[in-house]
């Protein structure tokens, strides 16, 4: 199969709709921060996705079985992880969490991320 240039997807100017969500009150910790999802792509396999994630402040308990990789558009997010150990990240960061990470996700400031998940079947 080979694909023509309009199968590339411009984040930029994508018309994805925002999907808006509440987090199950049985991960929250503070606050009920809505969140929302434009997932920009989600491959055939339905394994690869990708997008721009959003979320109001507020914290919750994250365990990833899935890997992401993750780049701060806006504000500000703390992780940590079950032993108590955490770290800031902030607009320009760039990091993978890998899957089997658990603990806790703080949104400080609202933050606007880029997302790339891969969920291995």
């Not at 990789?69 to 500000?76: D, N, P, R, S, V």
Request: proline letters at 5%; a negative charge; hydrophobic letters at 35%.
């Amino acid at each position: 199969m080979t694909l023509s240039i309009n199968a590339i997807i411009r984040f930029a100017t994508a018309q994805t709709p925002v999907e808006t969500y509440q987090l199950p009150t049985e991960k929250l910790l503070a606050g009920n921060p809505t969140q929302g999802l434009e997932n920009h792509y989600s491959s055939p396999c339905d394994q690869f996705h990708s997008g721009i994630w959003q979320s109001e402040s507020g914290a919750w308990k994250i365990n990833y079985t899935e890997y992401e990789y993750c780049e701060i558009l806006e504000g500000i997010s703390v992780i940590t992880d079950l032993q108590g150990q955490s770290q800031t990240f902030t607009v320009g960061d760039r990091f993978i969490i890998p899957a089997g990470f658990q603990g806790t996700w703080e949104v400080v400031e609202p933050c606007r991320k880029v997302y790339v998940i891969f969920e291995q079947k």
